[in-house]
C-alpha cells in the first residue's frame, strides 16, 4: 500500500507519561523476567541472567546507517541499525553468533541508548532499527522516554525472530511502527533441534497476528520509504527445514494476502551448523525457485526480491 501523507511515529501520539508506564510495566517484568517466552524468572534487575545472556541494562555491538536491510526500510539514507547484544533463540546456523551467542558489545545506560537514537536521527536514517529487540524491551522503553523528550521523530522498528511475548507485544502497541519478524520453523521439532524453542511455530503464529492487529500491512510513501506495517522475513533452508508452505499459507490465510514477505535466499552453514549434516550446504537456486512459488500459489503479491 502507497501513502503519500506526512507520518508521524506512532509514539508521538502517546502522551510521555504513558510512554513512562510501559516502561516502568516493562521493567517491572525484569525483576522475575517474563519478557519473552521463556519466561526464565531470573531477577534481571539484581543482575541475575538467564537464556538470553543480557541484564537489565541496554547492550548493543554496534549501530549506525544499515544498507543490507529490505528496500522500504534502506531508501536513500540507510535504515538506523542498532545490533543489540543477546538473544531468546538458540539458533544454532546464526549469522550473528558472535553478537547474539557470545553477547559481544558495550553495555550502554538510557541515556546513552537514548543519545545513540538522536544520533542514528542525526545522521539522516529513515528508521531506528532494533535489531534483536525482545530481551532488551525495558531498557529501550526507557531509553525511548528520554528520546522523545530529546526530540526523536523517526520510525522505530522491531526487527525480531518472533518468539515473542502477547504480552510484551501489548506493551508496544502504538509505540512501535513497523514489526519485521523472522518467520523461522513451522515444525516443533525442528524448532527444538535447531533453536532450543519447541514451542516457536505456536509462538510465533500467535504473535504474527498481535503485530498486525497493532499495525495492519505495510504502507509504503510515494519515496518507497516503509512508514508502518507488518514486514515479514523468511528464510528458506535446505530440504524444506523451515517450513516454507506452511509459513505462507498461513500468512495469507490468517494475516493478510498483502503480507509484505521477504523470501530469502541467503542460508550458508555458519556457527553450529556444521554439526548438522542437514545445515551444511546452501540452497539451491531450485529451491529457492520453489519457494517464492509456494509465496505466490498461497496468494501472497507483495514477495520482496521476486524472482520468478
Known amino acids: 500500500m502507497i501513502v503519500g501523507m506526512h507520518h508521524v511515529p ?3 501520539s502517546l502522551p510521555l507519561s504513558e510512554l513512562q508506564a510501559r516502561a516502568g510495566a516493562a521493567d517491572a517484568k525484569l525483576e522475575a523476567c517474563s519478557l519473552c517466552p521463556r519466561a526464565c524468572g531470573v531477577n534481571r534487575k539484581k543482575k541475575e541472567v538467564g537464556f538470553c545472556g543480557v541484564a537489565d541494562a541496554a547492550k548493543a555491538a554496534s549501530w549506525g546507517p544499515h544498507f543490507g536491510e529490505e528496500r522500504p ?3 536513500r539514507f540507510g535504515s538506523g541499525t542498532i545490533f543489540l547484544s543477546g538473544c531468546n533463540l538458540g539458533c544454532i546456523f546464526c549469522q550473528n553468533w558472535s553478537i547474539s ?6 553495555t550502554l545506560t538510557d541515556r546513552q541508548l537514548a543519545k545513540v537514537m538522536l544520533d542514528i536521527q542525526a ?7 532494533f535489531v534483536t529487540p525482545t530481551h532488551q524491551t525495558a531498557a529501550i522503553l526507557r531509553a525511548l522516554v528520554l528520546a522523545v523528550d530529546g526530540g526523536l521523530t523517526l520510525p522505530l522498528v522491531y526487527n525480531c525472530g518472533g518468539y515473542e511475548s502477547i504480552e510484551t507485544l501489548r506493551l508496544l ?6 514489526y ?4 523461522k520453523f513451522m515444525d ?3 524448532a527444538a533441534r535447531y533453536a532450543q ?10 504473535a504474527l497476528l498481535e503485530m498486525h492487529r497493532q499495525v495492519g500491512d505495510l504502507r509504503i510513501d510515494g519515496a518507497g520509504i516503509a512508514l508502518r506495517g507488518l514486514l515479514v522475513r523468511h528464510l528458506v533452508m535446505p530440504g524444506e527445514i523451515a517450513g516454507t508452505e506452511a509459513a505462507m499459507l498461513f500468512l495469507a490465510e490468517k494475516i493478510s494476502v498483502d503480507t509484505y514477505v521477504n523470501v530469502m535466499d541467503q542460508y550458508h552453514p555458519c556457527h553450529k551448523a556444521y554439526d548438522f549434516p542437514e545445515l551444511t550446504r546452501r540452497i539451491s537456486p531450485a529451491e529457492y525457485k520453489h519457494a517464492v512459488r509456494l509465496a505466490m500459489q498461497a496468494g501472497l503479491s507483495r514477495i520482496d526480491g521476486e524472482t520468478v
Open 101 to 106: 551467542h557470545e553477547r559481544e558489545g558495550k
Open 123 to 129: 545522521m539522516g536514517c529513515h528508521t531506528i532499527n
Open 188 to 190: 516443533s521439532a525442528h
Open 10 to 12: 506512532a509514539y508521538r
Open 73 to 75: 526500510l534502506v531508501g
Open 197 to 206: 524453542a519447541g514451542d516457536y511455530p505456536a509462538v510465533v503464529r500467535t
Open 180 to 183: 519485521m519478524p523472522d518467520v
Open 173 to 178: 502497541d502504538g509505540v512501535v511502527d513497523i
